[in-house]
């Protein structure tokens, strides 16, 4: 089974500064590892993914995410938290090797970036 | 285009109503899948098509009931639900087969009420 650990619901940073965002996963294979943002009353918008390769995966909006294999995470990373990062933002992960299934979310964490 | 089109963006509705929520793409993906959002929480999947027969359903009531027309098309037909259906419905497709690094693209949702 694969799963997905946020273990903020809430994280709180001032503009300027850099920001992260925790993600951990569990999966029996190699995993997929996406994340997305979601502003109030829209859809997911996807910011990054990793797959194979480079373990620094950069994505949209100066978002950037780790990919850290022995510790089982894939922290969102911005080196200069925008008050419009302010949004609800969710991991997800598919394993390899469980075939064409679907992404499995985490519970989301909160971003608040203050002026 | 990388859009994902739901309409509405919003409907209330009766429990005796029976309603229609809808959803488009053109990207060429042949996996499609609707999803329930509740305030503050990820989404749970409720049903994913492939190739255009039903793969999988998550235990849905059957007041929830999804039709796939063609490979462009998703639907989700509303009849007798509960007030604790209000939620936020989204609409998400990929690619399916080997690509399955793929992420999802999601509509911007429709607002749910039930009264």
């Known amino acids: 089974a694969q799963s997905v650990a946020q273990p903020e619901d809430q994280v709180n940073v001032a503009e300027g500064n850099p920001l992260t965002v925790k993600c951990t996963y569990s999966v029996s294979g190699n995993p997929y590892l996406f994340w997305y943002v979601q502003y109030p009353n829209r859809g997911l918008q996807f910011l990054l993914k990793y797959i194979t390769g480079d373990n620094l995966v950069k994505g949209s909006y100066g978002f950037e995410a780790e990919f850290n294999k022995s510790q089982t995470s894939f922290h969102l990373k911005k080196p200069s938290a925008l008050v419009s990062d302010s949004a609800l933002y969710f991991c997800?992960?598919?394993?390899?090797?469980?075939?064409?299934?679907?992404?499995?979310f985490g519970k989301g964490t909160r971003l608040s970036v203050i002026a | 285009d990388t859009e994902v089109t739901q309409t509405p963006k919003h409907l209330v509705m009766g429990m005796t109503n029976k309603k229609s929520l809808k959803c488009e793409q053109h990207m060429g993906h042949r996996a499609m899948y609707w999803y329930k959002q509740k305030a503050k929480k990820p989404p749970e999947l409720m049903f994913v098509?492939?190739?255009?027969?039903?793969?999988i359903n998550e235990s849905v009531p059957s007041r929830f009931s999804p039709e796939c027309p063609n490979s462009s098309l998703l639907n989700l037909h509303l009849h007798a639900l509960q007030p604790e259906d209000s939620a936020l419905y989204l609409c998400?497709?990929?690619?399916?087969?080997?690509?399955?690094?793929?992420?999802?693209?999601f509509g911007q949702g429709t607002r749910l009420t039930v009264v």
């Open positions: 998400a497709s990929s690619q399916v087969g080997g690509d399955m690094n793929t992420e999802a693209f």
């Open positions: 098509y492939s190739y255009e027969k039903l793969s």
């Open positions: 997800a992960v598919r394993d390899v090797n469980s075939g064409n299934t679907p992404l499995v």
